[in-house]
């Protein structure tokens, strides 16, 4: 009876590693459908996450969504666009805050489908998610001209 306890906390170990064994996907860029932008460089979208750059160029302010920490996601941008660790990134924000450089944080969402529906709401806002989390309610932005699923498309795992 005893080892069916110990391969049940197995299977729950298992089941909750799953997302984290899924995270081979492509990391996507999405905007409101009715955003303008439909291509980007990696080097805007540097400026963006680290919020030098803090409008759109057919103008308003950039509503920046980002997935929460640890996510696969994240893991993916920090480590090829941002270049810097999770903590680095949050003392990046406050010390910008510090200096009034930004009036807040960016927005965090709690999951793929959250940032989906933030991003499909508001017209300005920016955020990242699963490849395969994307559908018709937001607009997928090509990085440096190329698709997901592109040979060297910039935010594929590697």
Do not use: C
Request: charged residues 25%; proline residues 6%; positive net charge.
């Amino acid at each position: 009876m005893r080892w069916h306890r110990w391969a049940g906390l197995g299977l729950v170990a298992l089941v909750s590693l799953l997302p984290r064994l899924a995270a081979a996907a492509d990391v996507v860029f999405i905007v409101h459908p009715r955003n303008p932008q439909s291509d980007i460089s990696s080097s805007d979208l540097v400026q963006i996450l680290r919020m030098e750059q803090q409008h759109w160029d057919a103008g308003g302010r950039i509503y920046l969504v980002l997935p929460e920490s640890g996510t696969p996601e994240k893991e993916l941008v920090l480590k090829k666009l941002y270049r810097m660790k999770d903590a680095a990134l949050k003392l990046l924000y406050l010390e910008m805050l510090y200096r009034g450089e930004i009036a807040s944080f960016p927005r965090i969402a709690h999951s793929n489908s959250a940032v989906k529906k933030i991003v499909a709401q508001a017209p300005n806002a920016l955020g990242f998610i699963d490849a395969s989390a994307a559908d018709s309610t937001v607009k997928v932005l090509r990085i440096d001209g190329k698709r997901p699923g592109e040979a060297g498309y910039p935010l594929s795992p590697d």
